[in-house]
């Protein structure tokens, strides 16, 4: 875990055979570490876990970025001083490479996660691992995810002694029928048995996909995050951090040290809505699902400036359809509907509360009439257009029989007729939608929660 936070320093001017302790000590009066700057957070736990001389010991090695690799495939090795142990360590989401973990959620293999896969076995080749050595995979997030699909995929199988998946995500449907078909059913357990899965109680990275760890490997620790940061509960650093009430400062105060928190029993309440939203997800159909993926991550893509991933992968008129007619009406009915986006609403709105601390509201602000009108106005656009639709209908159906055979006016009547009428109906399920969000929203103003802690 220690190396997986390293590689979120994106330091790539480290020199070969460099120890890890030399590494954080030359970066002390760096501005984006030491002083403060954007990676303090990750300089901080490497700083405290570098004094154990066996992490500070460990040595830099073929780092990806000096062999030709693309910026996605940020990993680098390290070997213990006796060089008896080799760990591979593979970084979360690079620039352009959100796109690439959508493909994942419907294909059996992802252009990143190959290039990880030749990243590992170039290694192990270059500097001769052997069944003398122990190989320990490891990685976060995304990184998890290559580390996973490494230890599953990789011809050096029996070279790798465990993998350390922290965070990782799963894998689609299609991924697992491979290995199930590559493998017999003993080698297939074989690889599996050397996944172990570490996850923040409140991540919800790892929970998506198909998750092929062992669920007895799955071990879950403490991450104390304020409230208000989201991304905090998938960043590894707060898998490391203390979070306290300072009164002089009227807020929380949050420290980081060079030892991982403590185990808790499962997952917490963001967790388990994550998972279930994510099991819901992977019920549609796989070319649904794609549609909505892609256009999830190409929202995170976006938040960093690019448009497109790095291998060129470009959002789709068809994939936002999906996602208004499928991804939004999953994630509205979880989260107003269901056991847990009810308990996850309540918990956000409640954890200040229960520590003895009330800091602020959760506050929703809805507009009911906007929303009753444009329900209103969705339906009317599509009864119109279901006559008009059927206006055309009536127009084939007069055409003389000798032209129904003339693909260029009959045929494209009744396609256009078709096209309209599905057009027209997903109009009345936009408005459906609203005017069921609208009765959720009323239920929620009435009820006791709003006297505690909502708006």
Not at 199 to 218: A, F, K, M, R, T
């Amino acid at each position: 875990m220690i190396l997986d936070t390293y590689m979120y320093l994106d330091y790539k001017e480290a020199e070969e055979g460099a120890s890890l302790k030399e590494i954080i000590e030359s970066l002390e009066g760096h501005p984006d570490y030491g002083g403060g700057g954007i990676h303090a957070g990750e300089y901080t736990v490497l700083k405290e876990a570098v004094k154990n001389e066996e992490v500070g010991n460990l040595s830099v090695c073929c780092q990806s970025a000096n062999m030709g690799y693309d910026k996605g495939t940020a990993a680098c090795t390290f070997k213990s001083q006796d060089e008896s142990s080799v760990y591979v360590v593979y970084r979360g989401t690079g620039d352009g490479e959100w796109p690439d973990n959508g493909i994942g959620m419907t294909r059996a293999v992802t252009i990143q996660q190959s290039h990880a896969l030749a990243y590992f076995e170039e290694v192990v080749e270059t500097i001769n691992i052997d069944k003398n050595q122990r190989l320990i995979v490891t990685g976060h997030s995304k990184g998890g995810n290559k580390a996973q699909y490494v230890t599953m995929e990789t011809k050096y199988s029996d070279l790798v002694d465990i993998c350390y998946s922290v965070d990782g995500q799963g894998f689609s449907e299609e991924a697992v029928t491979e290995w199930k078909k590559k493998y017999d059913k003993e080698a297939y357990r074989e690889r599996r048995e050397k996944l172990q899965g570490i996850c923040g109680e409140n991540d919800y990275v790892s929970v998506l996909g198909i998750s092929i760890i062992p669920q007895e490997h799955i071990r879950y620790i403490e991450t104390p995050v304020e409230k208000s940061n989201f991304a905090g509960y998938h960043d590894i650093k707060y898998m490391f951090a203390a979070l306290s009430f300072d009164g002089s400062r009227g807020g929380y105060v949050t420290t980081f040290g060079g030892r991982k928190n403590k185990d808790v029993g499962g997952r917490g309440a963001l967790g388990e809505y994550a998972a279930a939203l994510s099991a819901g997800m992977m019920k549609l159909p796989a070319d649904k699902r794609d549609g909505c993926a892609a256009v999830i991550m190409q929202l995170m893509e976006a938040s960093s400036g690019s448009k497109k991933g790095m291998n060129g992968e470009k959002l789709t008129m068809m994939d936002i359809k999906d996602f208004a007619f499928q991804g939004i009406p999953l994630i509205s009915d979880s989260l107003l509907k269901e056991d847990g986006g009810r308990g996850l609403l309540e918990w956000f709105g409640r954890k200040e509360m229960l520590s003895g601390q009330h800091l602020g509201r959760m506050v929703l602000q809805v507009k009911i009439p906007k929303l009753l009108e444009g329900a209103y106005k969705w339906k009317e656009t599509a009864d119109q257009i279901e006559k008009m639709m059927a206006e055309a209908g009536k127009i084939a159906e007069s055409v003389p029989l000798y032209m129904k055979g003339a693909p260029s006016y009959y045929h494209r009547i009744k396609l256009s007729a078709g096209r309209g009428k599905e057009l027209a109906q997903n109009m009345l399920k936009i408005a459906q939608f609203q005017e069921e969000a609208v009765r959720s929203y009323k239920i929620w103003d009435s009820s006791e929660l709003k006297n505690d802690c909502y708006e």
